[in-house]
């Protein structure tokens, strides 16, 4: 076995796989068609979120949500397409990594929002704040 | 003369090609891996890839912060200007296709490297910084003309945490330039040398990861920022 091939040879049995290296062998011409394919989905979904911001269709409050929706759609096109992050056996580390990584994000990011939403909700109004002064 | 005891011999792991021991009997044989550490470490290439990975991870969970930052002071403008009266959102747009046309190329260099093929992964990995120059050419007009309208990162916390969080994307692309600058140095000085490799494959992972976060920047921050008020959760 040489050292050379090991790199790009893709998945052998068994073994793991590193993100960003694609699977089962295949020919140069089927890789260009995922990337290709990727990158049309991806423009598509580009496309549609400044389409649906700028079209009167969608209810308007629920504009905010099919955005988000259309960004977390996006982000799964460029995990698959681009950085070759699939639901192989090889794959399963890289997946509970990412995984980890998607449950602190949410924590994070949903958590500041619910504690702040929530400080600034039993706050009083800061005129009512300066007369508490003695 | 041995002084093993005996039974040993089948416990210890027999020589692998890189003294890992992972795989005795070639590339395509299954690996005699027991688990608790039998095999020995797993081979480079996954060590590199996902020691990268996890680098990664943890600077999207820091992008997220900045972002959960973006979203609680995004109404504290101080009387300043809100993001609707600020944004253009062809620039974004434009900006966008940049990123997104760059990831692409980006690939087209794996590929490339992959068939060792010097001409196509420098055209590609130029067309990639080119595309990544203008898109930072762009944001950085862009807040040239943001702070020449008195809308700098010192105007209210809403622009704090707007620059704060595009800004610090903006840093990374420009290191990823700068890195993509030395990956086309050293394929061309030094070939496709396994090493260097390993180097291309974390400088792809870094910029494909860069522009899954400007996906969230471009639909959070300029898409629904700019919503009008009423409509805002």
Known sequence: ???????????????????????????LRQEVLGYALGLALAV????ASFWVRGTDLVYGPGLAMALLVL???????????????????????????????????????FGSLWVMEHLNHNMAPMRELMQMQP | MSTEAPGTAALRAPPGPHQSGARPAG???????????AGGPAPKRIIVGYGFWIFLLSD?????????????????????????????????????????????????????????????TQLALLATGLLGLAFITLEVREFVSLIARGAGPSRSAFLSSFFTLVGCHGVHVSAGLLWLGTM??????KGFRQDIRYRFLCFSLFWHALDIIWVGIFSLVYLVGTLPPELLP
């Open chain 1, 1 to 27: 076995m040489s050292s050379e091939h090991d790199f790009d040879a893709g998945s052998n049995v068994g073994e793991d796989r590193p993100p960003g290296s694609a699977g089962r062998e295949r020919t």
């Open chain 1, 44 to 47: 598509g979904l580009t496309a």
């Open chain 1, 71 to 109: 960004a977390v759609a996006q982000m799964g096109i460029h995990l698959v397409f681009f950085l070759h992050i699939t639901t192989d056996p090889d794959n399963e580390n890289n997946v509970l990594a990412l995984a980890f990584g998607v449950l602190i994000v949410c924590l994070i990011v």
């Open chain 2, 27 to 37: 590339a395509h044989a299954p690996p005699q891996v027991t688990g608790h550490g």
């Open chain 2, 60 to 120: 999207v969970i820091m992008f997220s912060s900045f972002f959960a930052a973006y979203a609680v002071l995004f109404k504290n403008t101080a009387g300043g200007p809100a993001a609707e009266q600020l944004f253009d959102l062809h620039n974004t747009a434009v900006e966008t296709g940049c990123l997104l046309a760059s990831t692409f190329t980006c690939g087209m260099a794996s590929l490339a490297v992959g068939q060792r093929s010097q001409k196509w």
């Open chain 2, 184 to 189: 086309m140095a050293q394929f061309y000085a």
